[in-house]
């Protein structure tokens, strides 16, 4: 699974809001530059947000964008699936984009596949924007940590 741009600055500008959990809005121009966004992007993205209710916006000088939603309530997964539609890695393993695969069969990697989605949609599903607010954000050391067989390929 691959986040697709629209969906990382979607979660870059929520977790921004998360962080802020305030009253006061945040500017569309400040949340651009601070999430490294393009405005104009950034605006179709927040007007979808916003019609989610997922996010509130207040008109005016001081006006901007904030939280409507407790992100105790609003979950990783929700926002994945909203955005990019499935969290599969392969289309025949997928509920809501499946494709039909002549070798569904006889395939026998397809439950490896089946078993990465069931794995990442829990994780997804259960990890709302608040409990991922309270963890530290990942070191490249962790990143580079070998993974697997020798680390290849990730």
């Known amino acids: 699974m691959q986040l ?46 916003k019609e989610r209710g997922w996010v509130d916006s207040v008109a005016g000088k001081r006006g901007g964008y904030r939280l409507a939603k407790d992100p105790a309530s609003i979950t990783m997964g929700e926002v994945v699936r909203h955005f990019d539609g499935y969290l ?9 984009d499946y494709k039909c695969c002549s070798q569904e069969s006889v395939c026998r990697f397809r439950r490896v596949m089946l078993e990465a989605r069931n794995v990442v949609a829990k994780l997804m599903d259960t990890s709302t924007l608040a ?9 490249n050391r962790e990143v580079s940590a070998v993974q697997g067989v020798d680390g290849e390929g990730i």
């Open 4 to 49: 697709s741009m629209r969906t990382d600055y979607a979660l870059r500008a929520l977790f921004t809001l998360v962080a802020h959990h305030g009253d006061t809005p945040i500017p569309i121009i400040e949340l651009a530059r601070k999430n490294d966004i393009p405005k104009r992007f950034l605006e179709h993205i927040m007007l979808d947000l």
């Open 88 to 96: 599969a890695p392969i289309a025949c393993v997928s509920v809501t």
């Open 131 to 139: 409990d991922v607010m309270r963890g530290e954000p990942v070191t």
